[in-house]
């Protein structure tokens, strides 16, 4: 019977794909399923072989544990020369996003809060 090893939901490209290959360089027996056209079904990677089991999950665990290094060291590098994305940088890189949502908050608010406003007078 097949064994979920990977699934692919919200899964960049990149990260997808040296994953596939690395299963395919070990030579494990995989297959991939869709979550089809309304996202009902599981989009993920499954291993044919449940005798590899063991052997697969232990690789995909040592490459998650090095693309956890990598994604680290590499926002590390970032905020030493003060690129790193921050809440106020990306606020700032969509302002007219910014903009509609404190409005829509704002107008949440006064219609939720209205009512109650009303029953002080």
């Known amino acids: 019977m097949a064994r979920l090893l990977f699934r692919l939901g919200n899964v960049p490209d990149a990260e997808a794909e040296e994953v596939r290959e690395l299963f395919e360089a070990r030579g494990f027996d995989t297959f991939e399923t869709r979550a089809g056209f309304w996202g009902l ?7 044919r072989d449940e005798g590899q089991y063991e ?4 690789a995909l665990d040592a490459y998650q544990r090095g ?5 680290r060291q590499a926002h590390s590098d970032l905020a030493e020369h003060g690129e790193a994305p921050t809440l ?16 829509g908050v704002g107008v949440i608010l006064a219609i939720t809060l209205l009512p109650f406003l009303g029953l002080m007078e």
């Open 55 to 58: 052997a697969a999950r232990e």
């Open 67 to 71: 693309l956890s290094e990598r994604m």
């Open 41 to 47: 079904g599981v989009a993920a990677i499954w291993l």
């Open 88 to 103: 106020w940088k990306r606020l700032l890189h969509h302002p007219l996003r910014t903009l509609l949502v404190v409005v």
